[in-house]
């Protein structure tokens, strides 16, 4: 298969779980207490639900990957005659092909999400009366923009796995017949 063999999926895949957990750890343990006007305020990742949207799916991308990982590691030490490369295997491509890009895209999608909440808290929104967070909370916000580098860098690296998987699924069709695999031409 060349340059995109299991071993270069299998490193992308452990890029983007380090990255996804990475951000978890970063915002999950992410805790700050300041006081304002007398008060004692605590600033965690459950102060803003896109944070915790984050959570959850970067977990759930994380979990999804160790699974990859494992299908990659069987793929590549097969027992027997029966290799994952051949055409009868041909669902199983489609489903890593679809699954790697709604997993990529949702990714992407809670990550921004969160960054647009963030942003507020940095800037503030004077239209609405609400202030800036960030010069109260200074190390969280530092934190939590950590975590975003390390989740926008797993994303990148789930962009590179879904290149891989549809290398990996149209390369059994047939490129002049529509939709057509090659053993069937």
Partial sequence: MGFWDQRTEGILRSFAIIGLVLTVLLLGFDKQTTQIFHIDKKASFRSLHAFVVIMYVDSLAAAYNILQICKCWISAHPKGTSKLGSGSHICLFWASFL?????AYLVFAANTAGMEAALLAVTGA???QWMKLCNRFERFCYQVGGAFLCGYGAF???CAICVISSFNLFRHYSPNLFFRLKSNE
């Fill in 156 to 158: 990148f690296a789930m």
């Fill in 99 to 103: 699954l790697d890009q709604a997993v």
């Fill in 126 to 128: 004077h239209d609405f």
